[in-house]
């Protein structure tokens, strides 16, 4: 389990003149970073700059890492806004800050600073909620335990993804990896053993 942005939140700073708008997200996957960033750019295609920076996996995993300076000079925007990210504890999380230039230049060192205060500035105030990791099953039964069956997945925390009616009951979900070898016992005592789990 970790921590994800519960939704999108946004932080304003104006540091000599210069405006910095924050905007943060939860985001799955590279693709939904990109598409994000790029909703970003189309809501401020005006801005002096959209720096960015994601994280899109679990907290601190550079796996999945991407960042922009987005024309600022090379390493005083998106290199700072990843390392925050990294070490916030937050995992599937992207950030873009929005910059409009108010006339004082900053110089490399009040970039990094500027950026980077950005972004924790923005995280001070986030919603969080927790991700939980998923194991997806698949169980084949017979009618009479549906209804005890879908009561049990749900007491268990368990999502149903799609079910199949035809001669028994094919149902596929994912239940917290926390509460997956638990919730095999359950569900077999209950149907007496009559019950393929793959």
């Known amino acids: 389990m970790y921590n994800?942005?519960?939704?999108?939140?946004?932080a304003e700073t104006l540091i000599k003149r210069s405006q910095f708008i924050t905007t943060i997200a939860h985001v799955a996957d590279a693709n939904e970073a990109n598409a994000f960033v790029a909703t970003?750019?189309?809501e401020y295609p005006d801005a002096s700059h959209n720096c960015w920076a994601y994280v899109a996996g679990k907290p601190g995993?550079?796996?999945?890492?991407?960042?922009?300076?987005?024309?600022?000079?090379?390493?005083?925007?998106g290199k700072p806004?990843?390392?925050?990210?990294?070490h916030s504890e937050i995992g599937e999380?992207?950030?873009?800050?929005?910059?409009?230039?108010g006339g004082t230049k900053l110089g490399p060192g009040g970039l990094v600073k500027a950026y980077s205060g950005s972004v924790k500035n923005a995280l001070e105030d986030i919603d969080l909620i927790q991700k939980r990791q998923m194991v997806p099953l698949q169980l084949r039964?017979?009618?009479?335990?549906?209804?005890?069956?879908?009561?049990?997945?749900?007491?268990?925390?368990?999502?149903?993804?799609?079910e199949?009616?035809?001669?028994?009951?094919?149902?596929n979900i994912e239940i917290p990896k926390s509460n997956n070898n638990e919730f095999i016992q359950a569900i077999t005592d209950l149907c007496s053993g009559d019950i393929t789990i793959a």
């Open 40 to 42: 970003i750019k189309k």
């Open 4 to 10: 994800i942005p519960a939704k999108k939140h946004r």
């Open 141 to 162: 039964f017979a009618y009479p335990h549906i209804n005890a069956i879908k009561l049990l997945i749900e007491s268990y925390d368990g999502l149903i993804l799609n």
């Open 61 to 77: 995993d550079t796996a999945s890492i991407g960042m922009s300076d987005d024309g600022e000079p090379h390493g005083t925007a």
């Open 93 to 101: 999380i992207a950030a873009v800050v929005t910059r409009y230039f």
């Open 164 to 171: 199949d009616y035809q001669a028994e009951i094919l149902i």
């Open 81 to 86: 806004m990843l390392n925050v990210l990294l």
